[in-house]
């Protein structure tokens, strides 16, 4: 089974739209809080721009959510987070976002190992995760 982090959120009063429900872009900024909280609480560099080979990072290249039931201010939230697919050059984070066990939304990032081009360091070139990467995330 691979490995699962959880991150608490607590729904804020500016979270919220004028019908206090969350307001739709706040699940991806949780979901992306719950993903650098998987890499470091695994002991994993999120970013390393100095590092050997030009490490920069692991950016968004796709994201998307379902929306099941709506939150609200003041909830607490968790977001149970797992890699769920690795692909060559790329790998799937997947979230689940539960209150009191209730499932409310479920989403997925695709992100990719990014290093600096070595023809271009202002650009940013996909690479296939390093095997401790990997083993680190499961």
Not at 29 to 51: I, K, Q, Y
Not at 60 to 76: A, N, Q, S
Request: proline share 9%; charged share 30%.
């Amino acid at each position: 089974m691979p490995r699962t982090t959880i991150h608490r959120v607590q729904v804020q009063f500016g979270d919220c739209d004028p019908a206090q429900i969350a307001f739709f872009p706040n699940y991806f900024r949780w979901c992306d809080a719950a993903t650098l909280h998987f890499f470091t609480s695994g002991g994993m560099v999120w970013r390393e721009p100095d590092a050997p080979g030009g490490f920069v990072g692991i950016p968004v290249v796709e994201v998307g959510c379902k929306f099941l039931r709506p939150t609200t201010y003041d909830d607490m939230l968790e977001v149970h987070t797992r890699v769920e697919e690795w692909r060559e050059k790329s790998f799937v984070m997947k979230h689940e976002i539960r209150r009191n066990g209730e499932l409310l939304a479920e989403a997925s990032e695709v992100r990719v190992f990014a290093i600096r081009h070595p023809e271009d360091p202002k650009r940013i070139k996909a690479v296939p995760p390093p095997e401790d990467f990997r083993r680190q995330c499961e």
